[in-house]
Nanobody, 122 residues
Framework: QVQLVESGGGLVQAGGSLRLSCVASEDIFNNDNMAWFRQAPGKEREFVGRLDRVSNIAFYADSLKKRFIISRNKAENTVNLQLNDLQPEDTAVYYC???????????????WGQGTQVTVSS
């Protein structure tokens, strides 16, 4: 049973923007906290940001909080990740995750999407 599905990745020039979306099953969207991670080629997967389900407050990796924005759409069971002023170093597979955790730790998230590729050209 597919529970998290990401979309919105693609190829963009440096300085451009993309919006990624993650559609969650209703149970997950209503009960879990949602987060975004990314994995660049040859690197470990890293935390991008998370959205607290109760407070609707987003928390970000320090290096990304000025350019990335997480939001949610309750009507569509969707959590979005707006990527602004993209740079080549942002090239990665971006993953949506869900779980009861409220941290940047991957182990806090039980459900993962398949990932969507973001490629930024210089």
């Amino acid at each position: 049973q597919v529970q998290l599905v990401e979309s919105g990745g693609g190829l963009v020039q440096a300085g451009g923007s993309l919006r990624l979306s993650c559609v969650a099953s209703e149970d997950i969207f209503n009960n879990d906290n949602m987060a975004w991670f990314r994995q660049a080629p040859g690197k470990e997967r890293e935390f991008v940001g998370r959205l607290d389900r109760v407070s609707n407050i987003a928390f970000y990796a320090d290096s990304l909080k000025k350019r990335f924005i997480i939001s949610r759409n309750k009507a569509e069971n969707t959590v979005n990740l707006q990527l602004n002023d993209l740079q080549p170093e942002d090239t990665a597979v971006y993953y949506c995750a869900a779980g009861f955790g409220r941290s940047a730790l991957q182990s806090d998230y039980a459900y993962w999407g398949q990932g969507t590729q973001v490629t930024v050209s210089s």
